[in-house]
T-cell receptor
Framework: SQKIEQNSEALNIQEGKTATLTCNYT??????LQWYRQDPGRGPVFLLL?????KEKRKERLKVTFDTTLKQSLFHITASQPADSATYLC???????????FGTGTRLAVRP | DGGITQSPKYLFRKEGQNVTLSCEQN?????MYWYRQDPGQGLRLIYY???????QKGDIAEGYSVSREKKESFPLTVTSAQKNPTAFYLC????????????????FGDGTRLSIL
């Protein structure tokens, strides 16, 4: 079955460093990947979308890559701040094209 | 401001009871979705609707029902047949363009936390 996998262990980094989160997908080839941020007790908020023919997408301090050979997307936050602490979700389009499959999310903690 | 409103924020269900979670959006979006989120698991799709008066089962529809009588509203009923209803429920909407709606970001409400009494 189609699967999206994210590291379930929390990522702890020092303020100012670059955070890198990983999203791997198996058993299909999504045309798009989306990344969301979720704070405790809140709904996810959309951050970035990357298409399969785009290697990289940037938005301010955020960067997403899409490697169809490795079946992987990397999400980078440069110059991280404590306010970046949250859970980050990866989501991919299913083969039917009208539904998203979400990963479990990776919690990021940025310490001052 | 446009957005999605879910209510109530917290809900308690008694044994054998049906409960309805509300989801309203003023974004003029055609497609709406219901997800369930459990600790350590990704969001799982319960039901979705691409247009008024039409909806499809998602991956875990058993024990749930929905209606889509108005574009703005997509209520979810958790029936007594759902034996493990304790979870965080999220409603989302999107504005589909072209083929499918998955190339558009989903806008989420702030969820309803359902617990068993």
């Amino acid at each position: 079955s189609q699967k999206i996998e994210q590291n379930s262990e929390a990522l702890n980094i020092q303020e100012g460093k670059t955070a890198t989160l990983t999203c791997n997908y198996t058993n299909y080839s999504p045309a798009y990947l989306q990344w969301y941020r979720q704070d405790p007790g809140r709904g996810p908020v959309f951050l970035l979308l990357i298409r399969e023919n785009e290697k990289e997408k940037r938005k301010e301090r955020l960067k997403v890559t899409f490697d169809t050979t490795l079946k992987q997307s990397l999400f980078h936050i440069t110059a991280s701040q404590p306010a970046d602490s949250a859970t980050y979700l990866c989501a991919a389009v299913g083969s039917s094209g009208d539904k998203l499959t979400f990963g479990t999310g990776t919690r990021l903690a940025v310490r001052p | 401001d446009g957005g999605i409103t879910q209510s109530p924020k917290y809900l308690f269900r008694k044994e054998g009871q049906n409960v309805t979670l509300s989801c309203e959006q003023n974004l003029n979006h055609d497609a709406m979705y219901w997800y369930r989120q459990d600790p350590g698991q990704g969001l799982r799709l319960i039901y979705y609707s691409q247009i008024v008066n039409d909806f499809q089962k998602g991956d875990i529809a058993e024990g749930y029902s929905v209606s889509r009588e108005k574009k703005e509203s997509f209520p979810l009923t958790v029936t007594s047949a759902q034996k493990n209803p304790t979870a965080f429920y999220l409603c989302a909407s999107t504005d589909p363009r072209g083929r499918g709606s998955s190339n558009q970001p989903q806008h989420f409400g702030d969820g309803t936390r359902l617990s068993i009494l």
